[in-house]
Every structure is written in C-alpha cells, then in structure tokens.
C-alpha cells in the first residue's frame, strides 16, 4: 500500500527455476543441503485506489538468481526446512511501487515416497 499515492498494488508472480544442489554436509543430528539456482519470472500485478493512470494491470517478465539450504533433522528425515536468499530483476511497472531487488523465502517440503 502506497499512501502518498492512495494506491495499492497486487502482484502475482509464477515462474520456472532451476537449482544445482552443492555439496551435502551430514552430521549425526542434521542433514544440510546447500543450493544454488536461476529461473525466471511471470509478474501480473494490478494497481487500484486514486492517483493511479493508466494502464492499471501490467505483465512483465523477469529474472531471479538465488541460493540457499535446506536442513533435515535426523528424528525427521522426510520433513526438509529451506531458507533461501535471491534477487530478483524486473523493470518496475508502476513508479510509485518496486518490484525488484532482494528477495528471502522460507518454505518447508514434506517428502513422499
């Protein structure tokens, strides 16, 4: 939310990416598993409120570069815990709101066999 601009932004954003996993370090108690990656970007975002011009949808595409570890616990070897640290480039739709720049994601992974 933009409040000198009485705006809002929504952004969906859905891309493929691709990472290379390095070198594993195993201990008795934790799994680490250290990646690195690329990938790209679909953005959809929506502008709404006043002060806005026209357009107010826009889609671009993007690029992103990251890494990253994911950490399992030996109790738990299925669950996988990830924290990983990108950037993110895109050409900003919309002045008043930046879409790129340093992005950090946590995510867990349940693993089926």
Not at 72 to 84: K, M, T
Request: glycine share 14%; net charge positive.
């Amino acid at each position: 939310r933009n409040d000198l601009f009485g705006s809002s932004l929504t952004s969906t954003q859905v891309g493929p990416r691709v990472l290379m996993a390095l070198r594993d370090r195993v201990s008795d108690s934790l799994w680490v598993r250290p990646y690195v990656g690329a990938g790209a970007r679909f953005y959809r975002s929506s502008v709404s409120g006043l002060g806005v011009g026209v357009p107010t949808t826009d889609n671009r595409i993007g690029a992103q570069m990251f890494g990253g570890v994911e950490l399992s616990a030996a109790g738990a070897p299925r669950f996988g815990l990830s924290v990983d640290v990108g950037y993110d480039w895109l050409q900003n739709p919309f002045d008043q709101y930046t879409l790129n720049g340093v992005a950090v994601a946590v995510s867990g992974r349940w693993y089926v066999r």
